[in-house]
């Protein structure tokens, strides 16, 4: 079946510092994977994707390699802003294009000054 | 651009009423609406897929007779949860995609609370 997994928070990193979210994912065939984020009040937003492995998703400084060999599409970012807290989810989509979204239970990030 | 909102953000009703969702997308079309629900600390799951002017598509174990859905035109789905009970208490989802782009756009959620 298909399933994400991603750890769990909630995540406190002080301004500046470095961010890794683990997401490792199970699914049949080959899946497209996606981070979303959730800022407070707001629904959630495409933050990046990536639809083949080895394939870098990136933006806003934001980074997560597709790795198929570990099954994990890992979230990184080399240095947090206040403005990064909220809500990250993993997800997964069986095939490009396909209406089904498989997601994580969703990490919360809090960034102190 | 590519905004959807959900009203009401939160509702509390007494058990054994109606209670009714809509999902609106500001400024694009949206040929395809989703409903997920999502637990305490657990995943938003697909409850159904709706396509303007056709009947919703449930995902398996979601009671239709239970969970209305309408999507009568390219900016507005409807869920209505039809004699709620505590247990229907849940954050909802809705999102929305335009026709050709397969990208989902979310609402910021509804949280029911059936008393």
């Known amino acids: 079946g298909n399933s994400v997994t991603q750890m769990e928070g909630p995540v406190t990193l002080s301004e500046e510092a470095f961010l890794t979210i683990n997401c490792t994912y199970t699914a049949t065939g080959y899946p497209s994977l996606f981070w979303y984020v959730q800022y407070p009040g707001e629904g959630l937003q495409l933050l990046l994707k990536a639809t083949k492995a080895d394939d870098k998703g990136s933006n806003k400084g934001f980074e997560a390699t597709y790795r198929k060999e570990t099954t994990s599409f890992h979230l990184e970012k080399g240095s947090v802003q206040v403005s990064d807290s909220a809500v990250y989810f993993c997800?997964?989509?069986?095939?490009?294009?396909?209406?089904?979204?498989?997601f994580g239970t969703g990490t919360r990030l809090t960034v102190i000054p | 651009g590519a905004v959807v909102s959900q009203h009401p953000s939160r509702v509390i009703c007494k058990s054994g009423t109606s209670v009714k969702i809509e999902c609106r997308s500001l400024?694009?079309?949206?040929?395809?609406m989703f409903w997920y629900r999502q637990f305490p600390k657990k995943s938003l799951m697909l409850m159904a897929t709706?396509?303007?002017?056709?009947?919703?598509?449930?995902e398996q174990g979601v009671e239709k007779d239970k969970f209305l859905i309408n999507h009568a035109s390219l900016t507005l789905s409807t869920l209505t949860v039809t004699s709620a009970h505590p247990e229907d208490s849940s954050f909802y989802i809705c999102?929305?995609?335009?026709?050709?782009?397969?990208?989902?756009?979310f609402g910021p959620g509804t949280r029911l609370t059936v008393t």
């Open positions: 997800a997964l989509s069986p095939q490009t294009g396909a209406n089904n979204l498989f």
């Open positions: 400024d694009f079309q949206a040929t395809t």
């Open positions: 709706s396509n303007e002017g056709s009947k919703a598509t449930y």
């Open positions: 999102s929305a995609r335009a026709s050709g782009i397969s990208e989902q756009y």
